[in-house]
């Protein structure tokens, strides 16, 4: 009988520990901005990206995996012309701090994972490629504006940064707008 109470016990607190999570799908896409090492000029182009959250017990504490592609170029004229085209796919962890209840929910993000990048340089002489894979972290700012009870519409910026030796400072900034879709 003991034993019998025990595991109902556990199995009744397995079951509501799963239906009590939520899982968040949200695309979004928006502009890119970065330095580049050898230029004075900035990179700009567009962002988009898909992030798969995991919300146990509907606390404010997200889990999530984020996957994406940045593209930027730049043109430049330090005694040539020269034009410059970055690819960059991020893959990282996301942890998610969320503030707020009801329609809006604020929240802070994080970014921890690497990065694949292409990089392309045409001048009149010559052009040069390679490719590069590398840390990526950062953090972002952003909030939730829920338009039913599963849809809702997310705004965030974005700073990141990217060890590669493209950038001059390794910095990425972007702006995202989206949609999401709450599975619970």
Same mark, same amino acid.
């Given at each position: 009988?003991?034993?019998?109470?025990?595991?109902?016990?556990?199995?009744?607190?397995?079951?509501?520990?799963?239906?009590?999570?939520?899982?968040?799908?949200?695309?979004?896409?928006?502009?890119?901005?970065?330095?580049?090492?050898?230029?004075?000029?900035?990179?700009?182009?567009? *962002? #988009?990206?898909? +992030?798969? @959250?995991?919300?146990? %017990? $509907?606390?404010?504490?997200?889990? &999530?995996? =984020?996957? !994406?592609?940045?593209?930027?170029?730049?043109?430049?004229?330090?005694?040539?012309?020269?034009?410059?085209?970055?690819?960059?796919?991020?893959?990282?962890?996301?942890?998610?701090?969320?503030?707020?209840?009801?329609?809006?929910?604020?929240?802070?993000?994080?970014?921890?994972?690497?990065?694949?990048?292409?990089?392309? *340089? #045409?001048?009149? +002489?010559? @052009?040069?490629?390679? %490719? $590069?894979?590398?840390?990526?972290? &950062?953090? =972002?700012? !952003?909030?939730?504006?829920?338009?039913?009870?599963?849809?809702?519409?997310?705004?965030?910026?974005?700073?990141?940064?990217?060890?590669?030796?493209?950038?001059?400072?390794?910095?990425?900034?972007?702006?995202?707008?989206?949609?999401?879709?709450?599975?619970?």
């Amino acid at each position: 009988m003991k034993r019998t109470l025990i595991s109902l016990t556990l199995g009744l607190f397995v079951v509501t520990t799963i239906w009590s999570q939520t899982t968040y799908i949200t695309l979004t896409g928006g502009y890119a901005l970065a330095n580049l090492e050898e230029s004075d000029t900035n990179a700009n182009g567009f *962002r #988009i990206n898909g +992030l798969f @959250e995991y919300n146990p %017990n $509907d606390g404010v504490l997200s889990h &999530g995996f =984020s996957i !994406g592609y940045i593209g930027t170029t730049a043109n430049s004229s330090n005694g040539q012309q020269l034009e410059y085209k970055l690819n960059n796919v991020p893959m990282y962890y996301a942890p998610k701090f969320t503030f707020g209840s009801g329609n809006f929910k604020p929240f802070v993000k994080g970014a921890l994972g690497m990065h694949f990048s292409s990089y392309k *340089r #045409i001048s009149n +002489l010559a @052009e040069f490629k390679d %490719n $590069d894979v590398g840390f990526y972290g &950062g953090a =972002s700012v !952003g909030a939730m504006f829920f338009i039913s009870d599963e849809f809702y519409i997310n705004l965030d910026y974005e700073w990141a940064y990217l060890s590669n030796s493209y950038y001059s400072n390794g910095f990425m900034n972007t702006f995202n707008l989206g949609v999401g879709y709450d599975f619970w």
